[in-house]
């Protein structure tokens, strides 16, 4: 759905960098990335690894770089190679649900996502992705649990109100849906106004 990108691009707004990386070569493709120059920053990068490859922060950024030129393929190689360096990176564990997620792979989307929930001090965004993909497989009992556990880490997590409130309504639960696509408008969810406009009236 359309507000899938927007979430995930704001979560990576936050996070974005894993920590800027101190040499000035990783510093100068940070820089180009911020401008979106997203070729320009995937070069910097390269340099910078050349001489550096296993460097996890410069990996995923060059993985970012990557994704938001939509080669996912790219992308994936270099999360996996920063994860390989980093098995607990809660970030690009995220990453990787998310670019599987953005191709329909919801069985590869999910196993990176519950990856990230099983590490101590997870943020709501893991519960939350890991409700997406279940969402998407079907497992709407699961997905709600999921869903239900980023609103509990996070109050004010709106889109994690919307999707369960759109789970509830496909399920048969109108009443509650509603109460939560509710919440998604008073948290500044967009869409949230034509899923009410549209189930809620």
Same mark, same amino acid.
């Given at each position: 759905?359309?507000?899938? %990108?927007?979430?995930?691009?704001?979560?990576?707004?936050?996070?974005?960098?894993?920590?800027?990386?101190?040499?000035?070569?990783?510093?100068?493709?940070?820089?180009?990335? %911020?401008?979106?120059?997203?070729?320009? +920053?995937?070069? +910097?990068?390269?340099?910078?690894?050349?001489?550096?490859? !296993?460097?996890?922060?410069? *990996?995923? #950024?060059?993985?970012?770089?990557?994704?938001?030129?939509?080669?996912?393929?790219?992308?994936? !190689?270099?999360?996996? +190679?920063?994860? $390989?360096?980093?098995?607990? #990176?809660?970030?690009?564990?995220?990453? *990787?649900?998310?670019?599987?997620?953005?191709?329909? #792979?919801?069985?590869? +989307?999910?196993?990176?996502? $519950?990856?990230?929930?099983?590490?101590?001090?997870?943020?709501?965004?893991?519960?939350?992705?890991?409700?997406?993909? *279940?969402?998407?497989?079907?497992n709407t009992q699961e997905a709600l649990r999921e869903?239900?556990?980023?609103?509990?880490? $996070?109050? $004010?997590?709106?889109q994690a109100y919307y999707y369960r409130g759109m789970?509830?309504?496909?399920?048969?639960?109108?009443?509650?849906?509603?109460?939560?696509?509710?919440?998604?408008?008073?948290?500044?969810?967009?869409?949230?106004?034509?899923?009410?406009?549209?189930?809620?009236?």
């Amino acid at each position: 759905m359309r507000i899938w %990108n927007w979430v995930f691009a704001a979560l990576i707004g936050i996070v974005f960098m894993l920590g800027a990386c101190s040499q000035g070569g990783s510093n100068k493709g940070d820089e180009l990335f %911020n401008e979106g120059k997203y070729k320009e +920053a995937i070069s +910097a990068y390269n340099s910078f690894l050349a001489s550096k490859p !296993k460097n996890v922060k410069a *990996l995923y #950024n060059r993985g970012r770089s990557y994704e938001e030129l939509g080669e996912f393929k790219n992308a994936e !190689k270099d999360f996996l +190679a920063a994860l $390989d360096q980093d098995s607990k #990176n809660i970030q690009v564990l995220l990453s *990787l649900s998310n670019i599987y997620q953005k191709q329909k #792979n919801h069985s590869s +989307a999910l196993l990176y996502a $519950d990856y990230a929930v099983e590490i101590p001090g997870a943020p709501a965004m893991a519960y939350f992705m890991k409700g997406r993909a *279940l969402h998407q497989i079907g497992n709407t009992q699961e997905a709600l649990r999921e869903y239900s556990a980023a609103i509990k880490m $996070d109050k $004010d997590f709106g889109q994690a109100y919307y999707y369960r409130g759109m789970l509830k309504i496909a399920t048969d639960k109108k009443k509650s849906g509603c109460e939560d696509i509710s919440l998604a408008i008073r948290l500044n969810v967009a869409i949230a106004q034509e899923a009410s406009d549209k189930y809620c009236k």
